[in-house]
């Protein structure tokens, strides 16, 4: 296909060819940014967690006025919710994955340094690795005789001395927290300090997520031994069989209820949910995200079928002259699809450069990473394929249009 | 004249539907998506206390031992300690201020068998009711003396009165509050600032409303359940009574520049006075946000929001670009009729206000169709589950503002096509045929 004929005609149509070019610049800078926003929010949501998803049920339960016999109660509590038919774990957590409120330290490596290491998220709670189902990779899981009481914790803590027998001597981490570290080492014995106070590596797991501020480490998450009695936000967590799963929280409830009737049941759902319920903004601006992309290459495809329309109709004649010269229909297609790939190609490019400018004000203010060179062929590629299927319908008219109307004067 | 030109205008956007059709359509989704968007921000930006918000201030004083990067809490210091909170009170250099958290209770009325009511509200001190006007149904709040005394006293939001009480204020009367009676003094007029700035706002500024405020001494006193982020640094665990451990939010009311300046001077004292102590070991770097300030600082428009802001502008360029090339390909195709006109002796001026009104049709039928659409945009927001969702939708203000928006943007689609349907020479076009 010969090239200079379309170009200096689109000179001669220079306004109407740059507003085409420009539409096609922003629609694609635009798509490029789009789809890699969703693909980060799809990477977002596809988080590994590190357990069991479809097994875990919480509940959470408030007790009014204050017990003096709290340990006692939470004991019972979880002897009654062993004891369900299917459910084969029963845990307290002080938080849970995804959970979306946590409590968290900055972790050194020497009790004299100024500025944590890292900060990483404490899980803490009687038996909570196990009915979390967390994998272990290394060392062993913490044992009934790691556990401390919390308000013991407490009251060691207030005293001051570290090495008080007192406060929980071992961790359990994992793989993540313990290659940043530690790197190329194993983890197992060796000792981190939260503030003043010492504590012994003794097994990591393969994941374990936390339960929000991803922006400081996804899995820097730890399990620390702490025995905890009705405290603050702890919930109860239970395993069971993912079919078996409402049926365990109606007898859970039932049984906790019949132990306390005065209680408030203060949250009840699946992991699950808890999951949906975390991710639901990112779904929210996932989906409003393709809903862009879609709606931008619509109106721009209909921008060019209305362009190429008038061009078509305005070029009746010249089209009808070549065709009564010896072009075939097949050349007028080819001369409108040429046309479009040329300007889609002009403004392809232009967008490009706009694309990386769009990422670099968004990496400024909303903390993105720099857009991958993998995107920039997404938008060229939807542009040229938006751009050719619009013009298609006025290319194949300006094709069925008969030589004889060169003989026509208007 | 002008109605010549929009029955021209009329008929020539009847003689070519679909063409109309699309470029209203596109019109009406441009600015539909942005107005949705701009309503959402504009309300989410609002001030929550008009009247008084230019008086409110929030110190910021930083205790901790080095500054806060990305890899820890870049919040951490944004609330006070307990001593500091107390000290700042005692102090008492501004006319007005108050120290206060987040706080979550169970509640009883005085029947013996009535279920628990678990609410959230807030524990403040004195000042708080006198410092944001709220306005009272009945008694009113309670005097520094109540704080000093650990007072058990309790205002009730009036929705929490009706649920303890019926439609009476209970005045007088005692609510179980965990193991101590409480006496309701004071019981709320509707008062739901939002965002509600007062509180801990990282992340949850909006759709939250109290249901109660007591005392923070008291609440301290009692061991109560807290609300809201408590960050330590150092060692010794984290209770709230240590000057290690920031959770407590505080406002100050100052009147006047000179006031401002003053504060901003006692800040920089007790920094310099605590550093004495061996505390606050940062350089001495007080700050005093406005409210609204405040609430920029704490990004109380989540970035989320912001950037579908920008993406439905973007889109809305992209369809007003698209306005213009279909404007001018229509315009042109008319090249016959306007020479014909212009030989018959049309200015051009009369020539651009002519395809000017056909644009400006364009813009009402656009506008028309986008307020629609971000009405639908709107009712879509509020089924989301933020809590900002209750807030969207549009004002007097909005709505003229879309339809301005609509017809400037479609107007100004149409300059560049109407001028240069205007440059249409007379002759040369009929010579051609």
Partial sequence: MEIRPIVSSLRRHKITAWLLIIEMALTCAIVCNAVFLISQRLDRMNIVSGVVEHELVEIKVADVGLHPDAKARVEADLAALRRIAGVTQVGVASQLPLGNSSSNNGIMLDPKQKMATINATMYQGQNLLQALGTQLVAGRNLGDGDYRDFDSVMKAAADGDPNDARMPKVVVLTQTMADRLWPGQSALGKQIYLGPVPITVVGVVAHLVRPNNFSLGSEYSMALPVRLTGEGDSSYVIRTAPSERQRALKVALAALKKLDPKRVVLQKRTWDEIRESYFQNDHAMAGLLVAVCVALLVVTALGIVGLASFWVAQRRRQIGVRRALGATRADILHYFQTENFLLATIGIAIGMVLAFGINLFLMKHYELPRLPVAYFPVGAVALWVIGQLAVLGPALRAAAVPPVVATRSV | ?433
Wanted: aromatic share 10%; hydrophobic share 45%; proline share 5%.
């Fill in chain 2, 1 to 433: 004249m002008f109605a010549y030109y929009l029955d021209l205008a009329l008929r020539s956007l009847r003689r070519n539907k679909v063409f109309t059709v699309l470029m209203v359509v596109c019109v009406g989704l441009g600015i539909g998506a942005s107005m949705t968007m701009i309503t959402v921000v504009h309300v989410m930006s609002d001030d929550p206390l008009p009247e008084r918000s230019g008086q409110l201030y929030y110190p910021h004083i930083d205790p901790w031992p080095a500054p806060h990067g990305r890899s820890t809490n870049p919040h951490a210091s944004d609330n006070l300690t307990l001593p500091d909170a107390m000290n700042l009170l005692r102090a008492g250099r501004a006319p007005g201020q108050a120290a206060m958290s987040g706080a979550a209770i169970s509640i009883h009325s005085e029947q013996p068998n009535a279920q628990p009511l678990l609410e959230t509200g807030h524990y403040v001190t004195a000042d708080f009711f006198s410092m944001f006007g709220v306005p009272f149904r009945a008694g009113g709040g309670w005097t520094h003396a109540d704080d000093e005394r650990h007072a058990r006293v309790i205002a009730l939001s009036s929705a929490l009165n009706r649920m303890l009480f019926g439609d009476s204020p209970g005045i007088g009367r005692t609510v179980r509050v965990g193991d101590e009676d409480f006496r309701v003094i004071g019981v709320l007029d509707d008062w739901h600032p939002q965002p509600m700035f007062y509180a801990d706002v990282n992340g949850r500024a909006f759709g939250r409303s109290d249901a109660f405020f007591l005392p923070l001494q008291t609440a301290l006193d009692l061991k109560l359940d807290f609300r809201g982020s408590l960050s330590c640094h150092g060692d010794g665990g984290d209770d709230r009574t240590t000057d290690r451990c920031t959770w407590l939010q505080f406002w100050v009311k100052l009147e006047n520049p000179k006031q401002v300046s003053a504060y901003m001077q006692f800040l920089a004292d007790y920094w310099r006075q605590q550093q004495a102590h061996g505390r606050f070991p940062q350089s001495v770097d007080p700050k005093l946000y406005r409210l609204m300030d405040w609430l920029a600082y704490k990004n109380v428009v989540p970035g989320d929001v912001r950037l579908q802001l920008w993406l439905a502008l973007g889109f809305l360029g992209v369809c007003m670009v698209d306005i213009v090339g279909l404007l001018l390909a229509k315009f042109l195709r008319r090249s016959n009729e306007i020479s014909v006109r212009r030989a018959l002796g049309a200015r051009r001026g009369q020539v651009f206000l002519q395809f000017g009104i056909e644009s400006a049709v364009i813009g009402v039928l656009g506008g028309v169709l986008g307020l629609a659409i971000a009405e639908l945009g709107l009712w879509s927001v509020r089924q989301r589950p933020d809590g900002y969702a209750q807030l969207a939708s549009m004002d007097v203000s909005m709505l003229m503002g879309t339809f301005l928006l609509a017809i400037g943007g479609s107007v100004l689609a149409g300059l560049l096509p109407a001028w240069r349907a205007c440059r249409i020479a007379p002759a040369i076009q009929l010579k051609a045929h």
